[in-house]
């Protein structure tokens, strides 16, 4: 395998250690984070010369998408840790990078901006029915849009992207509003109606009930203080 390193590049090592984790499935988003992030900013240097402030760099570039900032170093970390197990090189230069802060996702479609989506996705569900379903499953159900993502859709002729940014344009939404979000406001509407943590744990198919409570504390405190407010002004009543 060394026999096809001639420049102790990078992108030459990333080339090797891609075709060794190749076979399995669960490593297609680490092979996309090589190529989309990690080979265009690293790619040239030399192995032996990457530095922890190139990570650095290379993470605060990505500042703008921080989850995706967190994985590239992350996937780094666990490339060099390849390369030293296999003798390439001898440090780790991501190994005291930090992650980008977790800020836990706050979304929810006000009523006209849900008015909007649904006016929208009724008049181009001739047009474009697969893609308008797609948007509405996710509204309706929750679901992930990698769930959805699975589905035989490739004999036909789709671009759930380019359908969703120019809805999400229409109806007066941000860039950084993504189709995922479609998801927190269905958690989100849930709980504001007064269904039970546990019950939308399930619904949203998180690991424990501890990750609903953790990605919407700020909504469950929003229930609480109604609650406590309402039954203040029940006592004023007595």
């Known amino acids: 395998r060394k026999s096809e390193i001639k420049a102790g590049t990078f992108a030459e090592y990333s080339a ?6 190749l076979p399995k499935k669960s490593n297609k988003t680490e092979l996309n984070i090589h190529r989309l992030h990690l080979i265009p900013f690293l790619g040239q240097h030399k192995l032996a010369d990457i530095l ?3 990570i650095e760099t290379l993470r605060n570039s990505l500042a703008h998408i921080p989850t995706t900032g967190t994985k590239a170093k992350m996937y780094a970390h666990k490339f060099f840790k390849w390369c030293i197990k296999n003798g390439y090189m001898q440090t780790n230069p991501a190994t005291d990078i930090a992650d980008f802060p977790k800020n836990k996702r706050q979304f929810y479609l006000t009523d006209t901006q849900f008015a909007k989506l649904s006016a929208e996705l009724q ?3 001739k047009t474009f029915p697969i893609e308008s379903y797609f948007i509405g499953l996710m509204v309706a159900t929750g679901c992930r ?3 959805l993502f699975r589905r035989p859709w490739k004999k036909h002729r789709v671009s759930f992207r380019s359908f969703w940014y120019d809805l999400r344009d229409s109806i007066g939404l941000t860039p950084q509003d993504q189709m995922r979000d479609m998801r927190h406001h269905y958690a989100t509407n849930l709980l504001r109606q007064g269904v039970g943590i546990e019950t939308v744990s399930k619904l ?8 609903t409570a953790d990605h919407y504390a700020h909504v469950l405190t929003e229930v609480k203080e109604k609650a406590l407010a309402k039954t ?3 006592f004023k009543l007595l």
């Open 204 to 211: 949203m198919n998180h690991t424990s009930i501890k990750t």
């Open 232 to 234: 203040s002004k029940t």
């Open 52 to 54: 922890p402030v190139h």
């Open 123 to 125: 008049k181009r569900e």
């Open 16 to 21: 090797l250690y891609s075709k060794a984790i």
């Open 145 to 147: 849009p990698e769930e």
